[in-house]
C-alpha cells in the first residue's frame, strides 16, 4: 500500500520566490490536512479538506498561503512570496471519513521547506 | 472544545528501564484518543488509538496505554526501554468529528 505521498521531500528557495508543495493521499481517503511544524510552535493544521472541499483554513497564517485540491488524488500549498519565517517541515496527512470509520490521520514524510 | 496536554518536552530513560509519557485531554464529547511517534526526518506513524471497548488498548513496539475517564488521562507506557524508542511522542483527541488536537510533544532519550 502506497501511504501519503508528498514532494518535494526537501526544499531550499530564495525569499520572494513562490512556492508549491504536493501531496498525493492514500487512495480512498476522503479527507487530507496540510500541517506545519516548527521548533517554535510545534505541530499546527494549517488547512483541511472533506471531498475536496476546504472546510476550515483558519490555520492558514496569512493571505499569502493558499491550498487547493483539484480532486481526489491531489493536494497543492502554495507560499507566495514566501519568507525566512516560514522555514519549516510541511505535513500532508489524510483519512477516511465516514461510517465506522475512526478517523485515524496518516501522514506523508513531510517537505523540509528552508527560505533563506 | 477539545484540547491536549502532555506533561514533560523531554524524557530520559535508562535502557531497560520503564518509559511513561504523560497526556491528559479535554473533551466536550466521549474522545478518540491517539498516541503517535516521530522518528528524526520522519512523518508521524500510529502507534496506537483508544476508540471504544477495552481502556487498556496495546500498541505497535511493545507501547501500551490507558484511558482512564476518571483522570481525562491516556498515559502511554512500555515497561522496558529500547535505544529505538528515542523518538518525538504526540498524543492527540478527536472529538469524533475530523478535528485532530495534538499535544505539544515529547521527546524520549534513551540513555545507554
Known amino acids: 500500500d502506497a501511504g501519503v505521498i508528498q514532494s518535494p521531500r526537501h526544499e531550499v528557495t530564495e525569499m520572494g520566490q513562490e512556492v508549491t508543495l504536493r501531496c498525493k493521499p492514500i487512495?480512498?481517503?476522503?479527507?487530507l490536512f496540510w500541517y506545519r511544524q516548527t521548533m517554535m510552535r510545534g505541530l499546527e493544521l494549517l488547512i483541511y479538506f472533506n471531498n475536496n472541499v476546504p472546510i476550515d483554513d483558519s490555520g492558514m497564517p496569512e493571505d499569502r498561503f493558499s491550498a487547493k485540491m483539484p480532486n481526489a488524488s491531489f493536494s497543492t500549498l502554495k507560499i507566495q512570496p514566501s519568507e525566512p519565517r516560514d522555514s519549516a517541515v510541511y505535513f500532508c496527512?489524510?483519512?477516511?471519513?465516514?461510517?465506522?470509520?475512526?478517523?485515524?490521520?496518516?501522514f506523508g514524510p513531510g517537505t523540509r521547506l528552508t527560505v533563506l | 472544545a477539545q484540547s491536549v496536554t502532555q506533561l514533560g518536552s523531554h524524557v530520559s530513560v535508562s535502557e531497560g528501564a520503564l518509559v511513561l509519557l504523560r497526556c491528559n485531554y479535554s473533551s466536550s464529547v466521549p474522545p478518540y484518543l491517539f498516541w503517535y511517534v516521530q522518528y528524526p526526518n520522519q512523518g508521524l506513524q500510529l502507534l496506537l488509538k483508544y476508540t471504544t471497548g477495552a481502556t487498556l488498548v496495546k500498541g505497535i513496539n511493545g507501547f501500551e496505554a490507558e484511558f482512564k475517564k476518571s483522570e481525562t488521562s491516556f498515559h502511554l507506557t512500555k515497561p522496558s526501554a529500547h535505544m529505538s524508542d528515542a523518538a518525538e511522542y504526540f498524543c492527540a483527541v478527536s472529538d469524533r468529528g475530523n478535528q485532530f488536537y495534538f499535544g505539544t510533544g515529547t521527546s524520549l532519550t534513551v540513555i545507554p
Open positions: 496527512a489524510s483519512n477516511r471519513r465516514g461510517t465506522g470509520a475512526y478517523n485515524e490521520q496518516f
Open positions: 487512495s480512498g481517503h476522503n479527507s
